[in-house]
């Protein structure tokens, strides 16, 4: 049974930078299309951004126009993990940010689409 464990959140000033961690146990991070989702208080669930494999060890990317050039995905398969690298943070990026994964090669915007879903960790951007 594959579970995505995300870690890293907290309380950061606006400009700050964090890195939350999803961890992959059950099953091989580095075989699946990884994406980072968000969730807001009062608003729907919004795609953040995907990796998605493309050969070897080769992933391509993709973002949200809200998060481009701030956020960066990266992994590292040695740990089974994802990382969603933030910096630049602004008070709108306050949310519980979500981790999923899906062993299929597409990768699709809406967290619905991924067989395996994380429970989340709250970041909280304020002064």
């Known amino acids: 049974q594959v579970q995505l464990i995300e870690s890293g959140g907290g309380l950061v000033q606006p400009g700050d930078s964090l890195s939350l961690s999803c961890v992959v146990s059950g099953g091989t991070s580095g075989k699946y299309v990884m994406a980072w989702f968000r969730q807001a208080p009062g608003k729907e669930r919004e795609f953040v951004g995907t990796?998605?494999?493309?050969?070897?060890?080769?992933?391509?990317?993709n973002y949200a126009d809200s998060v481009k050039g701030r956020f960066t995905i990266a992994r590292n398969n040695a740990k089974n993990t994802v990382y969603l690298e933030m910096s630049s943070l602004k008070v709108e990026d306050t949310a519980v940010y979500y981790c999923a994964a899906d062993p299929a090669s597409i990768a699709p915007q809406n967290f619905g689409g991924y067989t395996w879903r994380g429970q989340g960790t709250q970041v909280t951007v304020s002064s």
């Open positions: 990796s998605t494999r493309i050969g070897g060890n080769v992933y391509s990317t």
